[in-house]
């Protein structure tokens, strides 16, 4: 699966996922930080499931109706378990995600909110 980390997501989760087969990028490795919503139209231009920290992309993917390919949120996880959390979600939920869900993971629950596709 093809997937956008924001920069505020640790970069080491990059490895975890590239080593369990995803196509990975991480926007912390980008020149400059375009701004949230520069950032979501890239990944949905791509055809990358964005993952974060920040719930304003939620925000502007619901209220705001900017198209999206899927958004992960993690909530309260330590650095060095942000990449084994999202490829366990992307294994079990990806196919949500691919179809424009917004998934919330926390250490012992997600939220999902399925997409419109």
């Known amino acids: ?3 956008l980390l924001d920069t505020c997501v640790w970069g080491g989760a990059q490895i975890t996922l590239e080593q369990a087969g995803h196509d990975t990028e991480w ?3 980008w020149p400059e930080d375009p701004g949230d919503s520069e950032i979501l139209a890239y990944a949905h231009r791509s055809g990358r499931v964005l993952v974060t920290l920040d719930k304003d992309f939620g925000e502007l993917a619901v209220v705001h109706n900017q ?3 899927g958004i992960m949120r993690l909530v309260n996880l330590r650095a060095q378990i942000q990449g084994e959390m999202c490829a366990r979600v ?3 939920h990806g ?3 691919q179809n424009g869900a917004i998934i919330t993971v926390e250490t012992d629950r997600l939220r999902i909110r399925e997409g419109n596709t």
């Open 1 to 3: 699966m093809k997937v």
């Open 90 to 92: 992307l294994a079990s």
């Open 27 to 29: 926007s912390g490795d």
């Open 67 to 69: 198209p999206h390919s």
């Open 95 to 97: 196919h949500l995600l």
